[in-house]
């Protein structure tokens, strides 16, 4: 039997190591085997052991891109030094640069300028709001040896959560942030990273124990397809958790007029060049979000938290302005935004094969989990 190489060594010491196995090819759904073309181990090419597929895809940082569509041609021009170092990274380039790349899709180029500017995880604030996310989350879900998909990782801020907890997290993301959620994340040693599309997950069936997924498929033109991908690779009756943008159910016609008109402002800036958008933003946060969460804040500590809570924004009453800045780009920046009922979360997850689910009492709205039928 032939001996490994130093650097094929060195990827098992890395998150390579148990990450590989889980995947599958986005177009064949085949199995995958790393060649490593490194040193260290950490880049090289994922390829096809059986079948007759034959796509291949690079592994840049110890990250596999497994995308498809005009994405590679977008990969190659990101990481045109990277494709140039040896034959078959350029054998690659050429087949994946077929055609021109066209520009960047509009939500993944928004979210990525998104995370650029709010890339800082694992704070105390993070930690608290992570209790509120993850309170359907049971206790047992976080041991060791317990494997976790993060679908829509982002700047990385709840796979860092998830990791420090004790179990190994999958962080996926089809841009360019999947870097961010690298570097924020690589000092816990059990975050693994792939750059891919949610809509054709690259994970095979029943690869991990559970999922969560956190205000991102309300941005998807198609939720149900990336929730039924991401079903499908939870085993068993692990939990999904979602949070989904709410119908605003329950609220009266002038929080829903004031909405309507954030709305309106939304299909506006979400057009503009990402600065003038992110200025318009932080308008908002500083004359808009703040005042309103701080009026909440005072009338609770007067003791009406019923009324505090009816108030618009009453949800950042204990947040800092930083929250409120990266919250208001999330809500004034993106072009596609859906909005849920509480019989749509329903119906969204039931679609899925998760027929159980339970919806949180509390905020925010809507974060619920849904399951298999036992």
């Not at 860092?160 to 996926?172: D, L, Q, S, T, Y």
């Not at 016609?253 to 979400?270: D, K």
């Not at 949800?315 to 990266?326: D, F, K, Q």
């Amino acid at each position: 039997m032939p001996s490994e190489t130093s650097a094929e060594g060195r990827a098992r010491g890395s998150t390579l190591a148990w990450l590989i196995p889980l995947l599958v090819c986005p177009t064949c759904r085949g199995a995958l085997r790393f060649e490593p073309d490194t040193d260290d181990g950490l880049d090289g090419i994922l390829v096809h052991d059986a079948g007759g597929c034959g796509e291949r895809y690079p592994v840049i940082d110890e990250i596999p891109r497994l995308v498809t569509g005009p994405e590679r041609a977008r990969t190659v021009a990101r990481h045109a030094r990277w494709f140039e170092a040896n034959d078959a990274r350029r054998a690659l380039a050429r087949a994946w640069a077929i055609g021109s790349a066209k520009g960047p899709d509009a939500t993944v180029s928004a979210f990525d300028f998104e995370w650029r500017h709010f890339a800082v995880v694992g704070t105390t604030e993070h930690a608290s709001i992570f209790e509120e996310y993850f309170d359907l989350i049971a206790p047992d879900r976080f041991a060791e040896g317990v494997i976790v998909l993060d679908a829509g990782c982002g700047a990385g801020r709840w796979a860092f959560e998830v990791a420090r907890r004790g179990p190994r997290v999958v962080a996926v993301d089809l841009g360019g942030s999947v870097e961010i959620a690298r570097r924020n994340t690589r000092t816990t040693g059990r975050v693994a990273w792939v750059q891919a599309d949610l809509r054709e997950l690259p994970l095979g069936s029943g690869t991990v124990d559970w999922a969560y997924s956190l205000g991102v498929l309300h941005h998807l033109d198609d939720p149900g397809r990336a929730l039924r991908r991401i079903a499908e690779v939870v085993r068993g009756s692990g939990p999904v958790l979602l949070y989904l943008y709410y119908a605003l159910d329950g609220r009266g016609p002038l929080y829903r007029g004031l909405f309507g008109v954030a709305n309106a402002l939304r299909r506006m800036t979400s057009l503009l060049p990402r600065p003038v958008t992110l200025g318009f933003a932080a308008l908002v946060a500083v004359t808009i979000y703040w005042p309103f969460a701080r009026a909440a804040a005072l009338v609770e500590r007067l003791g009406a938290l019923s009324l505090a809570l009816s108030l618009p924004l009453a949800y950042y009453r204990r947040r800092s302005l930083a929250v409120m800045l990266n919250d208001s780009l999330d809500r004034f920046g993106t072009r596609i935004e859906a909005r849920f009922t509480r019989s749509d979360v329903a119906d969204l997850f039931d679609g899925a094969g998760l027929p159980r689910v339970t919806l949180s009492a509390g905020p925010p709205f809507w974060h619920a989990i849904g399951q298999r039928a036992l």
